[in-house]
């Protein structure tokens, strides 16, 4: 796991060649709340403020070619909150499905999300289904917010799901394999993440794609997510692409015959 440097990013570097750069990037949003109340101000304003990094950062991801940007919005856990803050995150969300329909047309990208849809407003999932409708057919960059989420709760649904194909004879015990439990997971039919991204310095997981992240490469910043920009995205990039990704194997030197 690399912590980034607190010095400025820059984009002056040479761009990453295109095999290099990760396929599926997924970012832990953090440090919202932490952002505003540094600057004396109420937290809702730190996630308004985190909305512009989300644009930015779709936006940038779609110019370079990134295969899928999976956004962590909302955690199962994050219901403990205030509700006045639940409320205006719903609101914020609503908002944000709404106002970048067309930009997501636009830019040809696939709009998706994965996790439980109890909990989420009906004006809400009302929204959202008609931007993953509408979108259904592009076939650029694949968007996925991942709302009411938790990793143990998706295996544990995924294990529920396998269970009762087993009981139902669809499936035999002894024919259960990781690819089964790929298939029932809310993200069947993505690619695992390369490059996880978290903001706000902090050093855990947060119950996110447990089972997904397996392999990826991690990258952590001190900057919290609402002043997270191109350049930071950039610079965890070009940090991934220097990395020698072995999966457990060794990467023999090559030799001259």
Known sequence: MTVASPHPTTTDSPPVPAELLPKHIAVIMDGNGRWAQGKGLPRIEGHRRGVTSVRKIVEECTRLGIGQLTLYCLSSENWKRPKHELSMLMTLLEQFVIEERAEIMRQN???????????????????????????????????????????????????????????????????????????????????????????????????????????AEFWVTQKCWP?????????????????????GGLNEPTTSP
């Open 109 to 215: 990208i696939r709009f998706s999300t994965i996790g439980r849809r109890d909990g989420l407003t009906d004006s809400v999932l009302a929204e959202i289904q008609k931007t993953i409708d509408l979108s259904s057919s592009n076939d650029g960059m694949k968007l996925c917010l991942a709302l009411n989420y938790g990793s143990r709760g998706e295996i544990v649904d995924a294990v529920k799901q396998i269970a009762a194909d087993a009981q139902a004879g669809k499936i035999a015990v002894e024919d259960i394999s990781e690819a089964t439990i790929d298939e029932h997971l809310y993200t069947a039919g993505s690619d695992d993440p390369d490059l996880v991204i978290r903001t706000a310095g902090e050093m855990r997981v947060s119950n996110f794609l447990l089972w997904q992240i397996s392999y």
């Open 227 to 247: 002043d997270f920009r191109e350049p930071d995205l950039h610079t965890a990039i070009r940090d991934f692409a220097s990395r020698d990704r072995r999966y």
